[in-house]
């Protein structure tokens, strides 16, 4: 009974993506009680359902969540679907034929990991789990093009999470990372998320006007309010070319052979430490001669951790 009851709320609210205890109490024929304490189950088990409190609140599972791709291997999927089709022929339940519905539109949709924005092609299926990316994506475009509110739960740098209600406008790609400009309630203004700190998003039933914004004068430098530009300059060996030209550009890159030498400004402190670490002796900091110091004052760290 217990894991029947867990298995109808699961795919209730796949189905719904929200619903209050009482509801689901009366459907399913036990306790509010019972509800909050096998909803608490799936959530220790990873489900990540919210359970929001006063108006308009209910227990909510965010459109971003999907069965993982690794939910089931493909024998398991197969035994799955040949087992609820029995099932579903002895009993004729509406949730058990729900739920294999479910199972089949599943298999088909993890064939292959590809988000699509407008003229956009997304393949997020390469770098380890980008299940939940690819599904914030699609759930992020999906609310633009309908001009739909979101409700989001955001972890910001500091780790501190909020829940916000935004009116989405735009998806931003710069320097290799995925931002939505939105217009935030909570603030009040135009802030822009960085889509991998969106824990979860929740389509609303609530459409809005999009607020006039000029989208040449969006505010780009969102990631370095207080970080100075630096204008480096760089040794760069052959082996590291392919990756610096993608990094900066070939319009920064001049010289062959033995004598390449790349140039940019880009901003300083910890993520262009970070990035230029990861070029290990591909490339060596020529200017300014104060960021070749620090770099090499964190490689000697390094070199001590791991002595």
């Known amino acids: 009974m217990k894991f029947q009851v867990t298995l109808k709320i699961l795919f209730r609210l796949l189905k719904t993506r929200k619903a209050s205890a009482a509801q689901m109490a009366r459907e399913f024929?036990?306790?509010?009680?019972?509800?909050?304490?096998?909803?608490?189950?799936?959530?220790?088990?990873?489900?990540?359902?919210?359970?929001?409190?006063g108006r308009n609140g209910g227990i909510c599972l965010p459109d971003t969540f999907k069965l993982p791709v690794n939910f089931f291997s493909k024998d398991e999927y197969t035994a799955a679907v040949n087992a609820l089709s029995a099932f579903s022929e002895q009993i004729h339940d509406d949730s058990?034929?729900?739920a294999l519905e479910k199972l089949r539109q599943q298999q088909r949709a993890n064939e292959r990991d590809l988000a699509f924005s407008g003229h956009i092609l997304v393949d997020s299926g390469t770098w380890g789990d980008t299940y939940d990316f690819s599904e914030t994506m699609r759930v992020l475009e999906d609310a633009i093009e309908r001009r739909i509110c979101l409700d989001v739960t955001y972890i910001d740098r500091g780790g501190e999470e909020s829940r916000?209600?935004?009116e989405p406008l735009l998806l931003v790609y710069k320097q290799n990372i995925w931002y939505?400009?939105?217009?935030?309630?909570?603030?009040?203004?135009?802030?822009?998320?960085?889509?991998?700190?969106?824990?979860?998003?929740?389509?609303?039933?609530?459409?809005?006007?999009?607020?006039?914004?000029?989208?040449?004068?969006?505010?780009?430098?969102?990631?370095?309010?207080?970080?100075?530009?630096?204008?480096?300059?760089?040794?760069?060996?052959p082996k590291a070319l392919p990756d610096v030209e993608e990094w900066l550009g070939i319009r920064n890159i001049h010289g062959s052979g033995e004598n390449i030498v790349a140039t940019a400004t880009l901003p300083g402190g910890e993520i262009l430490l970070s990035k230029l670490l990861a070029f290990g002796d591909g490339i060596r900091v020529l200017e300014p001669e104060d960021l070749a110091k620090t770099l090499c004052a964190r490689a000697t760290q390094l070199i001590d951790l791991y002595r």
Do not use: H, M
């Open 96 to 98: 058990v034929r729900s």
């Open 180 to 237: 939505l400009y939105a217009w935030c309630r909570k603030r009040e203004d135009f802030r822009l998320f960085r889509i991998g700190r969106i824990r979860s998003a929740r389509i609303t039933e609530e459409s809005f006007r999009p607020r006039p914004f000029d989208r040449k004068n969006l505010p780009l430098q969102f990631q370095f309010p207080n970080t100075p530009l630096l204008s480096i300059r760089l040794a760069v060996q």
């Open 29 to 53: 024929g036990v306790s509010e009680r019972s509800i909050y304490r096998y909803v608490e189950e799936l959530i220790v088990a990873g489900v990540p359902i919210d359970i929001i409190r």
């Open 164 to 166: 916000r209600i935004l």
